[in-house]
């Protein structure tokens, strides 16, 4: 399977489960014992701190999965990262629904907090732009095609995961409390 067919399959169904995220995030239901534990939290209904902790789990989530992904590439077992990349898009959609289940304050709030916490990939895509744009061979005559490609797709992979974040945790279908 080529790696542009594989993007494309990965972002169409992001796109569906955000086009169906009411039906997921209703899987979760209420009385999942992290949507308990959120909700009783004090510190969790403040949106800056909610954001704050959505951004670390973000860069956790990210840098673990980066982690297992370079700690693979010392293994000849075919096809594991393509999983590792899989259960990592599962492990943050799961982690963006129990946050929008938790959240018991305004719609206003809720979008302060998506922010907040979906800025680590806007971060991670500038970072990746810049490094883009300042990409120079290490030695005369090295080909850095390779090394664009996979900082491309680093942009483009960011991108969405921004996207997807900020609209599963931002907006919901619920009557605001405020």
Not at 11 to 19: A, P, Q, V
Not at 90 to 101: C, T
Request: glycine residues 6%.
């Amino acid at each position: 399977m080529s790696l542009i067919l594989f993007l494309l399959i990965g972002l169409l169904g992001l796109f569906l489960i955000i086009f169906i995220k009411r039906p997921i995030i209703e899987m979760i239901g209420e009385n999942n014992k992290l949507v308990h534990k959120l909700k009783n939290a004090m510190w969790f209904q403040n949106h800056w701190l909610s954001g704050i902790f959505l951004f670390v789990m973000n860069a956790v989530l990210f840098f673990s999965t980066g982690l297992m992904l370079y700690v693979l590439t010392y293994y000849l077992i075919p096809f594991i990262h393509l999983l590792v990349m899989i259960f990592a898009v599962i492990g943050s959609i799961f982690l963006w629904m129990i946050i929008n289940k938790a959240w018991q304050r305004s719609n206003r709030n809720r979008l302060k907090m998506a922010t907040v916490g979906s800025s680590f990939y806007v971060i991670s895509s500038l970072l990746f732009i810049y490094w883009l744009v300042t990409l120079k061979p290490s030695y005369p005559g090295e080909d850095t095609f390779m090394r664009a490609i996979g900082l491309v797709l680093g942009v483009i992979v960011t991108t969405v995961a921004f996207i997807s974040c900020f609209v599963i945790t931002g907006y919901s279908n619920e009557k605001s409390v405020n």
